[in-house]
């Protein structure tokens, strides 16, 4: 066992039995590349990358080729999930080196931390385009021999350049309503109208885009006909619920088929808002189906989220793609039983499973194609065709896939990354905080609620700040922006769904957090990292959206939401700096910056406000009311009465809306339609 076996990371322990002398990210790695003389090569991957996989076994599991990386580099292992940080800094170098970037990456760096070659996977032998691990390490061990001179201007001006790149481009400008749409026409340019998401393949779900598009009268369509296109796909699970990380094709019908935390939290919002836009249920319904998926897969005992699943399942010839996920026709009748031939005939039809299949892992062909389940015959059809009521035949199809799903579980399943984020799991808070206030389901506020109360016990120190992850039974890692900004958002959401003024107590805490640790004043962004956080390469300013919500997008958002509910001096002119110092490359984008055109289409929003006060049963009513209209800009309050917040004055009697616009409130009600009308001109 090598050094990783002290660390508590899941990727990490996955190498800790590598022939490799693998060391964890620290001083100590450095310091012994320095005493040798050779350089550090960096390899970033997470537990359950797909490709991080088979570069561990094709390479970093061989006794060759480990020998050669032991003799001529210092070798770190880093969890890119429980190093952000680093994980940004060395992307950056490395997009800017090679054109792209992805999992796993490899770097290779001076001793002061400096890179000078970069790439990502790199197989056994040379082949499709790539030079083979070994070339590479080769070439590199030879030019350090020979041309070190070189190698170090080389990685000063690469470092210079990150370093460049890291600051933002603030430009000119209003953000009046012709900044917001320009958004909607940059994103229409590259909208699929046939298949839905944004170019093609491979798609990704971009869940602040939708977001973003939710709030535009004239990007709503493109929103909502990419979340139905992809409802009915493989990315979305048809039997279990959540979503797959992305679709290799531009039909989202074959998944890659890793599960993350961040992709279904931050999915079920915007399947909600969704619902909210439009009225249709099926929204609503696959947000409850989301939320059941991380509560029955995800949700740790005591109250933590997990970060991910595997894309492989595990077997004794090795790691297999979709193994678990995925059908043919004789399995489906397997499950089902004997007699059931009609039902399993109906069941594959509507799911698209056949003989020919859709999916074939290319590193186990031996498993031959399969089947991953999609609407492939919707239920209307079905139920003209059979001549049947359209309810029955989706209770008939429910009933089978439940049968189908238990069949699934008794499966061999892939391996869940447990470690707990604190960000990440600030996404999952407020989607259940908004599942609960929305679906109207008391359990999902009991989860939102277990989940804050973890995080305080676990994750936060006694200054406030909190740490990035939690593993095992300890918590690692300075916290970071996205830990402070995600989590904050997401008791802003807790305090809307549950009316506890504590909870946005807290989240005006960790504000002040990011505020004092993280604001740069001068630069007007919020920076990644900060505080008692390690000194990297570059402090990186992050405002495109990768799979999350941006740093600075986050932020901005925060601020705004501290302005409306405190009136903090400066707050939303923090929130306006932010979205400024993007506005150059928000201008130029298409697409990546959903998260900060939300933010500027929230300073261009008048300031709203609905309170509802009463007892939770004199309340209720009037919440069910509200929980049908989509408010993304709007301080809700629903409390008993009182308290010390602007919005929250204690009024006599109980169970009465207030709805405010820009500090003038219409009269209260109690009456669910007046109220319903009040909420209905908020929008227009």
């Known amino acids: 066992m090598n050094r990783l076996a002290q660390e508590s990371s899941p990727y990490l322990a996955q190498h800790a039995a590598n022939p490799v002398d693998w060391w964890p990210w620290g001083p100590e790695a450095f310091a012994e590349a320095s005493r040798r003389g050779v350089p550090v090569l960096l390899s970033v991957g997470y537990s359950t990358c797909h490709w991080c996989h088979v570069m561990a076994h094709e390479s970093f599991e061989d006794e060759a080729t480990a020998a050669f990386m032991n003799r001529h580099f210092v070798n770190v292992k880093v969890d890119r999930e429980e190093r952000p940080d680093v994980d940004a800094v060395y992307m950056a170098a490395t997009q800017a080196m090679t054109g792209q970037g992805g999992w796993p990456m490899t770097v290779f760096l001076t001793d002061a931390g400096e890179p000078f070659y970069a790439g990502t996977y790199f197989p056994p032998q040379d082949g499709h385009g790539l030079p083979s691990f070994m070339r590479v390490m080769g070439s590199v061990e030879r030019a350090w021999r020979e041309e070190r001179s070189t190698l170090l201007g080389n990685a000063q001006a690469l470092t210079a350049h990150v370093r460049e790149a890291a600051q933002p481009r603030p430009s000119e400008g209003s953000f009046g309503l012709e900044l917001l749409e320009r958004g909607v026409d940059n994103l229409r340019r590259t909208f699929d109208a046939d298949r839905g998401g944004f170019g093609g393949a491979p798609k990704f779900p971009a869940p602040t885009t939708l977001d973003f598009l939710l709030t535009r009268p004239d990007g709503q369509h493109m929103a909502l006909h990419t979340l139905r296109r992809m409802l009915a796909g493989g990315l979305h699970d048809q039997l279990g619920g959540g979503f797959h990380r992305y679709s290799v094709d531009d039909a989202w019908q074959v998944p890659h088929f890793e599960k993350m935390l961040y992709d279904n939290a931050q999915l079920t919002r915007t399947l909600l808002r969704a619902y909210q836009v439009s009225g249709d249920g099926l929204f609503a319904q696959a947000a409850r189906g989301t939320l059941e998926y991380l509560r029955r897969e995800m949700l740790s005992p005591d109250g933590g989220f997990y970060s991910a699943q595997d894309a492989d399942t595990h077997t004794e010839r090795g790691g297999v793609e979709g193994l678990t996920f995925t059908w043919t026709p004789a399995e489906v009748q397997a499950a089902l039983g004997p007699g059931h031939e009609e039902d399993a005939a109906l069941l594959a039809r509507h799911l698209g499973i056949t003989d020919p299949g859709n999916f074939e892992d290319p590193h186990q062909r031996s498993y031959g194609r399969r089947s991953v389940p999609f609407v492939a015959a919707p239920v209307p059809g079905l139920a003209a065709e059979l001549g049947q009521p359209e309810a029955d035949v989706q209770a008939r199809l429910d009933a089978l ?172 002119d923090t929130a306006r700096r932010t979205v400024q110092s993007f506005r150059h490359d928000m201008l130029a984008a298409a697409g990546g910056f959903g998260g900060l055109w939300q933010a500027a289409a929230f300073l261009h929003a008048p300031h709203t406000e609905v309170a509802i006060i009463g007892t939770p049963g004199e309340r209720a009513p009037l919440e069910a009311v509200a929980a049908r209209h989509a408010l993304p800009f709007t301080a809700l309050a629903f409390t008993e009465a009182g308290g010390d917040l602007p919005v929250l004055e204690a009024r006599p009697g109980g169970g009465l809306g207030f709805v405010c616009v820009n500090r003038t409130c219409a009269l209260p009600t109690r009456d669910e339609a007046a109220f319903g009308a009040q909420l209905a001109r908020l929008n227009n």
């Not at 699934?408 to 905080?433: E, M, Y």
């Not at 007007?524 to 956080?533: I, L, Q």
């Open 401 to 572: 896939k439940a049968r189908l799903l238990a069949a699934r579980q008794a499966r061999t399943q892939p391996g869940t990354d447990d470690k707990v984020l604190t960000s990440w799991n600030g996404l999952a808070l407020a989607a259940f905080a908004d599942g609960a206030r929305i679906l109207r389901e008391p359990e999902y506020l009991h989860i939102a609620r277990r989940n804050a109360d973890f995080v305080r016990t676990h994750l936060r120190l006694p200054d406030g700040t909190l740490r990035h992850s939690w593993s095992g039974t300890q918590a690692r890692t300075e916290g970071l922006m996205e830990d402070h900004a995600l989590y904050a958002l997401g008791l802003v959401a807790l305090f809307q769904a549950g009316g506890d003024p504590a909870d946005l107590h807290w989240a005006r805490e960790l504000w002040q957090v990011t505020q004092r640790d993280f604001w740069s004043d001068e630069a007007g962004v919020f920076m990644a990292s900060g505080g008692r956080a390690e000194t990297l390469l570059t402090r990186q300013a992050q405002g495109f959206d990768s799979a999350v919500i941006s740093d600075n997008a986050a932020g901005a958002l925060l601020a705004l939401w501290m302005d409306r509910y405190f009136a903090l001096p400066g707050a939303e």
